[in-house]
């Protein structure tokens, strides 16, 4: 069975640049997550898409946006990078919205840098 | 806002040792709590989680994890480690004040001499 699986695996920006990553969740799978992953940090959430509707946000500027489409896949897009933006993004999927007592399975992540 | 703090950030064992590694979240209420690990070149994967019942949970691989709800705690153990062990563990936790988003800790590097 197939995971998580996020697309590309590495990128390389220029300030100012804008990106978008992709994210394919396990199959059956109607909830999406965002994480960015600061070299020697934990991950930290971004977004959550369930049914292709935002159900939760984290404390990220408004250049992150994402979207979920029809067949739950999801894109996270970054407008206007910063050299801070530099990090692995991890997409992770769940079943249902998240709540309760669910688990989330995540991908290998998208290392971003930006120069 | 929720929190989570792991308080060794790296850990070195021998072979055979025994593991511990402490996790404590402030309080928001109902929560659930997990453990995942990262292995060198690998994705997050679930170790153990806790939801409700029994504090004491058994996860893959061996480890065990206790849900002390009066210390906030959900320390992470594991009797006798092996070299296969050396990976980057992750406390997380999920509900409360964090609602559906999964908030981690700055995680734990544990190196595993053989």
């Known amino acids: 069975d197939a995971g998580v699986t996020q697309s590309p695996t590495h990128l390389i920006k220029t300030r100012g640049q804008h990106v978008t990553l992709r994210c394919s969740p396990i199959?059956?799978?109607?909830?999406v997550s965002w994480y960015q992953q600061v070299l020697g940090q934990g991950p930290q959430f971004i977004f959550q898409?369930?049914?292709?509707?935002?159900?939760g946000r984290g404390n990220f500027p408004d250049r992150f946006s994402a979207r979920q489409f029809p067949n739950y896949s999801s894109e996270l897009n970054v407008n206007a990078l910063l050299l801070g933006d530099s990090a692995l993004y991890l997409c992770?999927?769940?079943?249902?919205?998240?709540?309760?007592?669910?688990?989330?399975?995540f991908g290998q992540g998208t290392r971003l840098t930006v120069v | 806002a929720q929190s989570v703090s792991q308080h060794n950030h790296h850990v070195i064992l021998s072979e055979a040792a025994s593991l511990e590694l402490g996790c404590n979240y402030s309080?928001?209420?109902?929560?659930?709590l997990f453990w995942y690990v990262q292995y060198p070149g690998q994705h997050l994967q679930l170790l153990l989680k806790?939801?409700?019942?029994?504090?004491l949970v058994k996860g893959i691989k061996g480890f065990e994890a206790e849900f002390i709800k009066s210390k906030f705690s959900f320390n992470l153990r594991k009797p006798s480690v092996q070299w296969s062990d050396t990976a980057e563990y992750f406390c997380?936790?999920?509900?409360?004040?964090?609602?559906?988003?999964?908030?981690f800790g700055k995680g734990t590097t544990l190196s595993v001499s053989s």
């Open positions: 199959s059956g799978h109607k909830s």
């Open positions: 992770a999927s769940s079943p249902r919205t998240g709540g309760g007592n669910t688990e989330a399975f």
């Open positions: 309080y928001g209420g109902t929560v659930n």
């Open positions: 806790y939801f409700s019942g029994d504090p």
């Open positions: 898409y369930y049914e292709k509707e935002e159900r």
């Open positions: 997380a936790v999920k509900g409360g004040q964090a609602g559906t988003a999964l908030i």
